[in-house]
């Protein structure tokens, strides 16, 4: 992977050319992927299929560990994880590769910082596609707090609750630094008003799966957004949807029709 310099943390990035043998039917456009909390570009993006699939449909990707994850800085404290600010992460991995605009598609976590960007920096912004995350991005201030006090327990066996169980696991396969990712937890609080969501006119796919507890309803996020659509991925979870085979195809049509 690759790095820059994002406002003094140091970012790590993976950028993916459309694949030779393939004569590209979009150009030179880009799609930026913005993963998961206690996720990373590998485990979310690359591991499902999904930068294969991006790169053989002629798309450049690019796909960064946000911060706290992955190979980027890790720092400690909550304040460095305003969404805001992680949105200006993306922003400025653009401007570190020089392009203007750019499909954008968050899972969870990473589609709160892609509607924060797409309302912090709209210009940078052609398409978004808001994947894992439903109505919970205007009435639910991302993951719940008992999940920052999941990643500090001494040992998964501490854990009764299943959601704690779910990620402190999740968290632990991944190697991560638990102490930054309760950072990020308490860091990432912020929501969206349905007035705020009303001004993002590009367009938008909300995709969830249809077991989906955590991401709240995809159809009242997407009436909310003005150039919205919803897609429900059947018999899909909230991790076993990241990877499925509707959720990509109905990715690569919006992404097809959206210009």
């Known amino acids: 992977m690759d790095h820059f310099d994002s406002a003094g943390l140091r970012i790590a990035y993976l950028d993916a ?26 485990v979310n993006w690359v591991n499902p299929g999904w930068i294969k699939t991006m790169t053989d449909a002629g798309y450049r990707v690019l796909a960064l560990d946000n911060r706290g994850h992955g190979q980027s800085d890790k720092p400690h404290e909550p304040a460095a994880y305003a969404t805001p600010l992680m949105a200006d992460d993306v922003a400025r991995l653009l401007d570190h590769r020089g392009i203007e605009q750019a499909d954008v598609m968050g899972y969870s976590m990473g589609a709160r910082i892609t509607a924060f960007l797409a309302l912090g920096h709209p210009h940078r912004v052609r398409s978004i596609i808001l994947g894992g995350l439903g109505h919970h991005l205007v009435d639910g201030a991302s993951l719940p707090p008992h999940i920052a006090d999941a990643m500090e327990v001494a040992s998964l066996d501490d854990l009764t609750d299943p959601t704690q ?18 950072a990020c937890i308490r860091g990432t609080r912020q929501v969206l ?13 909300v995709a969830v799966g249809s077991t989906d507890h955590i991401a709240g309803d995809p159809h009242t996020l ?37 210009s």
Do not use: W
């Not at 999740?170 to 309760?182: E, K, P, T």
């Not at 008003?193 to 796919?205: K, Q, V």
């Not at 150039?227 to 990509?248: Q, S, T």
């Open 17 to 42: 050319a459309p694949s030779p043998e393939i004569a590209s039917p979009v150009g030179a456009d880009t799609v930026v992927l913005v993963h998961g909390f206690a996720s990373n570009h590998r």
């Open 165 to 182: 169980r779910m990620f402190r696991r999740f968290a632990d396969q991944n190697g991560n630094d638990r102490i930054a990712l309760a």
């Open 193 to 205: 008003s349905a007035a705020e969501l009303g001004t993002i006119g590009c367009p938008a796919l």
């Open 222 to 258: 997407a009436a909310l957004l003005p150039a919205g659509e919803a897609l429900v991925i059947p018999d899909r979870d909230h991790n076993f949807a990241v990877g499925d085979k509707v959720y990509k195809r109905g990715a690569l049509a919006f992404l097809a029709a959206r």
